[in-house]
């Protein structure tokens, strides 16, 4: 039983990444049509933003302390971060301890920039292009992404911890009367998910209760109709884009103390942030969630001792397994309509 | 000629005298000068180049007639590689029986894969494919190690003793046809130029050309037709009463036996089989060549191929050592500019290079290399076109 | 069949043909990787040797592969007598005199090997085929390293591995023409377990999660092993795939498991993310069994611990080589590299530059650069100086034996690369085995006949 609630926690946390990364990519499928390769990429940058962040705020002067010395005898080089001058030692630590959370602000600009570049300068011209050139181009644009950020920060993860606050794991399980250590839980992994929860919600909220998100509604729905009302979905379609990488964005920057960032991480996520969308149904933003959470708590139970001791390598093709079976019995995934990329 | 129109023939003609004389062509350079660095002629790989043209052909006829998109092509590429490897290891180092078996099981993988996946269409499609060969990589990898070496993958060894073959004790196996060794090269000495006709590149270059032939068969045949109407309509089809489910089954065991085909030719051109040979990116990697050279065009998978393959092991050799020696004759501060600038598409960074150049070759060629072709044909047609009305496009192909 | 090769081509490359022959063809048939002249493949002729660096340019072991490769180019330059010679004046075996291999001037190539067996063997096969490489090294992992290893048999080749962990690979997979430095998965088990049961006592019980591949299986069984020998218990022990990047589904369970001992059979990217979340669901603060709960880390990589950040504290693990060491060799290659690069290097570098030394050393103690003699010169050979200690390169099976390092996550480090510190020089004796030991192969594992490629 405590076995089985931890998994379930396991997976709502898994979930939540593919759950947010499908997200995203529903609503590019959805609204643009365009099948976006470089989404991962965009999951990463948004990683990376958290690790740009930390670095800007431990920008350093260096004082050379003659007391001791570095690895080649020479005297030792301190890096001062300057906010170490002007707020004091402690202070400054506090801050930059912080850089993940205070990342989620300075990520939002970034990824608004980038996504609407991305539409506008290169997606935008692909819409009445057959799915084939989108994959092309999209993949090459993933490609140039995480290249340039491997020839900027190297290929080796870099850690960026949680706030000293939300470090460390609390005893889930004491709080419903197990044992202790029965069922243990980082904190981070909780806010991560409540921060999923939220941007879920905000994302559903905003298409629901706009006007703006019923015109996307529309739009996703038929496209053609709404621009002979004389709207300007285009415009609109832009904006929608620039959501999408924002919610790509902020699930990377929150995944960062989860998992150091390393410039591969969003292909390690795409093709299985696909398989999510598509398990989904696609078109369907109920359903990305949904499935993103299915399988992220499957895959969890399948990496359980008890269960690889019965079917040995089920924890290497659960998810895909999953997928193989859901499609077979629901023709367009969980919640998907008819005719979306069905050709 | 040979059952084929008079375009199709001088196409196959092309490819013939092409193939036959890749070693001179991609030599062009002189030994020991500075541009030897893009030198493609040697066995290696002139096999690859080959090789992957054999995968791309297999996976056009899938994907640019029925309009099919599996994302899981490499899978057969594998269990092709892996039947043929323990051919050879257990029944013959001959590579013909490697090769067929190679076939044989990829064909069957395909009919199996197959028969599931077709049972949807478009992106779940190739959901469902893709499902199959990254739990064929995974298992591979892991829980088959005993069938398939795991992560050091298969490879000829001295304990090998093939059935069919007299080997001596201790002595380990080479891939050979009927005694002659794939490794066997001649060396053509002319003037600073060297160039190597080797015996495993002919091999695969003959089985490329059959493979060629038989694909501008299909793309020409009724059933190739009948493929085509599965992508322009499918529901037309289904109300004139045909299914096409049968059709589109027969492309796909089609296009897994020629990834089957080239994963045979793979093991017989260099013994060795690894499990990343199925892993998700290299069926990306087909898909890719492909839309590079240009769907449904029976040359442009073969170039994409050649372009991609090129890059990964051309420019990924060049490293900043050699950009020194390119642009020595350079004043000092410009010679280190120029080699920084150029420095991040090279080596390391050749990644970067390739993925500008799908940005470039789709952004400006919709329709891939072979666009970029007929481009340049139709400039030479316009020229031509006073002596000759109908000498342009002597390389179009397909559609 | 007459034979010919890539010594043409060398000799080419020296310009000495000229234009002489341009008119007249000259034809020469034969096997290719042979060469009639010499009796073995790409006997080098003019002044140079070309040397094969093959490592991974890109893909998750980039940077380590960056090491090495600049190792590799330090190298080069000592031979040739630039820079302050490094390890060559510690060196004990003293033939290298800053001319080169037997007085030829050292050339390389570099390839990518993508850490994909498939691409590894590409890039080594166009060293051979095109630039006529006499030796080619590197790699960063064992799939690669069995790979190439068998394509260097193949073609008459000596390959130097790299980085490479696996028993396999002087184990079940060893060739006659490849050599290891490395030490392996049975001595990091062998030096590893009395430290763990020093610090941690006897009677303790181990939950090993373990990469779901041959360096995984090999490492595990390994540490099993030897910390069954010293009284551990195995409680049980999980296959993770190696595409994994979030572990908590496996870490998440062991604390309910009984056991008090975590061991990540995990290397690179799978170590850095498997070792983050076990101190996420706080392993390292918890009691188990009435004892603190500990972690251990069979291989370490320098570079990579990195990417854990604090997470390395205090965890037990092996490494071959630690830039902190004292001894003279270490301490002039640290200088010659951090002067060169601003950064100590790695231990994947130092073992890359100390395979390119010893192959250069046994090519001019040979005096020969056919594959079968410089086999014959480096087996058996016994060397000090580069850095391990009295080193001893086994003829049975072509590994390196020497002092082990176990090493521990530094409490408060100096400086960046300040992670690991040093906590036992584990003596060569205590992880010497025998040739044909089970783990590597048992008694049916050979090398074969070493192949010059003729």
């Known amino acids: 039983m405590d076995a089985i609630i931890l998994q379930i926690l396991n997976g709502l946390d898994k979930g939540s990444a593919y759950a947010l990364i499908a997200l995203g990519l529903t609503l590019i499928f959805g609204t643009l049509g365009v099948v976006n390769f470089a989404h991962g990429a965009l999951f990463m940058i948004g990683a990376f933003c958290a690790v740009t962040l930390q670095r800007l705020l431990s920008l350093s002067h260096e004082v050379v302390d003659e007391t001791r010395t570095d690895f080649l005898g020479n005297p030792l080089k301190v890096e001062v971060p300057y906010l170490q001058d002007w707020l004091g030692a402690e202070t400054a630590a506090a801050v930059i301890s912080w850089s993940v959370p205070l990342a989620i602000l300075f990520s939002i600009p970034i990824m608004i920039v980038v996504g609407v570049a991305m539409e506008r300068g290169l997606i935008k011209h692909f819409y009445k292009r057959p799915h084939a050139d989108q994959i092309l181009v999209t993949f090459g644009l993933a490609i140039v992404l995480q290249e340039v950020i491997k020839y900027y920060f190297g290929a080796n993860p870099i850690p960026t911890p949680a706030p000293e606050a939300f470090t460390g794991s609390f005893d889930f399980g004491a709080l419903i009367g197990m044992d202790p250590y029965t069922i243990i839980y980082p904190y981070w992994r909780l806010v991560y998910f409540a921060f999923a929860m939220i941007i879920i919600a905000g994302v559903f909220a905003f298409l629901q209760f706009t006007t703006f998100g019923m015109v996307v509604r529309a739009g996703m729905a038929d496209r053609e109709t709404v621009g002979l009302l004389g709207i300007n979905i285009d415009k609109r379609f832009t904006i929608m884009f620039a959501i999408a990488a924002c919610v790509a964005g902020l699930a990377g920057v929150m995944y960062a103390p989860i998992n150091a960032p390393n410039y591969h991480m969003g292909m390690d996520f795409l093709v299985l942030s696909f398989v999510v969308v598509v398990v989904g149904g696609m078109g369907s933003l109920p359903g990305a969630v949904a499935a993103g959470f299915l399988l992220g708590i499957l895959e969890s139970f399948a990496s359980m001792a008890a269960v690889i001791d019965i079917l040995p390598g089920i924890n290497q093709i659960i998810i895909y397994l999953v997928a193989i079976i859901i499609l077979l019995t629901r023709p367009r995934g969980l919640m998907g309509r008819k005719g979306v990329m069905e050709e | ?399 | ?454």
């Not at chain 2, 084929?4 to 013939?16: H, T």
């Not at chain 2, 940005?359 to 139709?378: C, D, K, S, T, Y």
């Open chain 2, 1 to 399: 000629m040979l059952g084929l129109g008079k375009k199709d023939f001088s196409l196959l003609m092309l490819v013939l005298v092409l193939t036959m004389l890749a070693p001179f062509i991609l030599n062009p350079f002189p030994e020991g000068s500075g541009m030897a660095q893009f030198n493609a002629g040697y066995p290696d790989l002139m096999q690859r180049f080959v090789i992957f043209g054999i995968f791309a052909i297999g996976f056009n006829i899938l994907f640019g007639l029925t309009g099919y998109l599996s994302f899981g092509h490499a899978a057969f590429l594998g269990v092709g590689s892996y039947a043929a490897i323990w051919m050879m290891k257990l029944v013959s180092l001959n590579v013909i029986p490697a090769m067929i078996m190679g076939v044989i099981f990829a064909g069957l993988f395909a009919l199996v894969v197959g028969f599931i996946s077709l049972r949807r269409s478009g992106i779940y499609f190739s959901i469902l494919t893709l499902a199959f060969a990254q739990m064929s990589y995974a298992l591979a990898y892991s829980v088959l190690t005993p069938i398939t070496g795991g992560e050091t993958g298969l490879q000829l060894k001295s304990t090998d003793n093939p059935i069919l073959s007299n080997l001596a004790e201790g002595e380990i196996g080479r891939a050979s046809l009927f005694g002659l060794d794939m490794r066997a090269s001649i060396e053509l000495e002319m003037g600073n130029w060297l160039f190597t006709l080797n015996m495993g590149y002919y091999v695969a270059a003959f089985v490329m050309l059959i493979a060629f032939y038989i694909a501008i068969r299909i793309f020409r045949s009724p059933f190739g037709v009948m493929l085509r109407a599965v992508k322009s309509n499918q529901n037309r089809m289904n109300y004139t009463g045909l299914n096409p489910r049968p059709y589109t089954l027969a492309a796909f065991v089609i296009s897994g036996m020629y990834a089957g085909l080239a994963g045979g030719l793979m093991v017989a051109m260099d013994t060795q089989v690894g499990p990343e040979r199925m892993f998700w990116t290299a069926s990306g990697e087909v898909v890719l060549m492909t839309i590079l050279g240009g769907v449904g065009t029976l040359i442009g998978p073969v170039l994409g191929a050649g372009l991609i393959k090129y890059m990964e092991n051309i420019i990924s050799k060049i490293n900043s050592d050699i950009l020194h020696t390119w642009f020595a004759f350079l004043p000092d501060g410009l010679e280190d500019l120029v080699v920084t600038l150029i420095y991040p598409f090279i080596g390391k960074g050749w990644h970067l290079t390739l993925g500008i150049v799908f940005m470039l070759v789709v952004i400006f060629l919709p329709g891939g290399l072979v666009e970029g072709g007929q481009r340049i044909a139709r400039l030479f047609g316009k020229r031509r076109k006073s002596e000759d009305g109908s000498s342009a496009g002597k390389t179009t192909p397909a559609e």
């Open chain 3, 1 to 454: 069949m007459s034979k010919s090769k890539f010594t043409r081509r060398g000799l080419l490359k020296t310009g000495a043909l000229g234009g002489a022959g341009l008119a007249m063809p000259t034809i020469f048939t034969g096997a290719v990787w042979a060469d009639a002249h010499s009796g073995f493949t790409n006997a080098p002729q003019g002044d140079t040797v070309t040397l094969g660096f093959n490592v991974p340019q890109t893909g998750p072991y980039a940077d380590e592969g960056a090491d090495e490769l600049r190792a590799y180019e330090l190298a080069v330059e000592h031979l040739n007598g630039g820079g302050d010679g490094g390890m060559i004046p510690t060196f004990s075996s003293q033939t290298l005199d800053g001319t080169g291999i037997l007085g030829k001037r050292v050339e390389y190539v570099t390839g990518d090997t993508q850490t994909k067996s498939d691409a590894a063997r590409a890039s080594a096969r166009s060293m051979i085929e095109k630039d006529g490489a006499v030796m080619i090294t590197g790699g960063s992992s064992s799939g690669v390293a069995v790979a190439v290893q068998a394509l260097c048999q193949e073609a008459g080749i000596i390959f130097m591995a790299g980085l490479t962990h696996s028993n396999d690979t002087t184990g079940k997979d060893r060739k006659a023409n490849g050599f290891r430095h490395f030490f392996n998965s049975y001595m990091s088990g062998a030096a590893l377990a009395p430290v763990l049961a020093n610090a941690y006592g006897t009677d303790r019980k181990a939950y090993h999660l373990t990469a779901d591949y041959n360096w995984g299986y090999t490492t595990e069984e390994a540490i099993t092993a030897s910390t069954e020998a010293m009284g551990w218990e195995t409680v049980n022990a999980v296959k993770t795939p190696l595409t994994q990047t979030d572990f908590s589904s496996y870490i998440a369970p062991v604390l309910q498991s009984g056991a008090d001992v975590l061991v990540l059979n995990h290397y690179g990217g799978n170590m850095v993310n498997s070792l983050t979340n076990a101190v996420q669901f706080g392993l390292r603060d918890a009691q188990a069994n009435g004892k603190n709960f500990e972690i251990v880390v069979p291989l370490y990589s320098r570079l990579m611990a990195r990417g854990a950040g604090a997470n390395v504290k205090g965890i037990f693990g092996s490494t071959n080589w630690h830039w902190s060491l004292t001894d003279a060799g270490s301490q002039a290659f640290v200088r010659s590299f951090g002067t060169k690069y601003g950064f100590p290097p790695s231990q994947a570098a130092h073992t890359c530059y100390v395979q390119t030394l010893l192959y250069a050393d046994a090519v001019n103690r040979a005096g020969s650069f056919n594959p079968c003699a410089v086999a014959e010169a480096l087996e058996g050979f016994e060397f000090d100086g580069l850095g391990n200690g009295p080193t001893l390169y086994r003829a049975e099976d072509h590994q390196c034996f020497k002092d082990v390092l176990v090493v521990k996550g530094k409490e408060n480090p100096e400086n960046e690369f300040d992670l690991l510190e040093i906590v036992e020089i584990t003596p060569v004796d205590q992880v010497t085995y025998a040739p044909d030991h089970p783990q590597f192969g048992g008694a049916e594992a050979s090398l074969g006949t070493c192949n010059p490629g003729a």
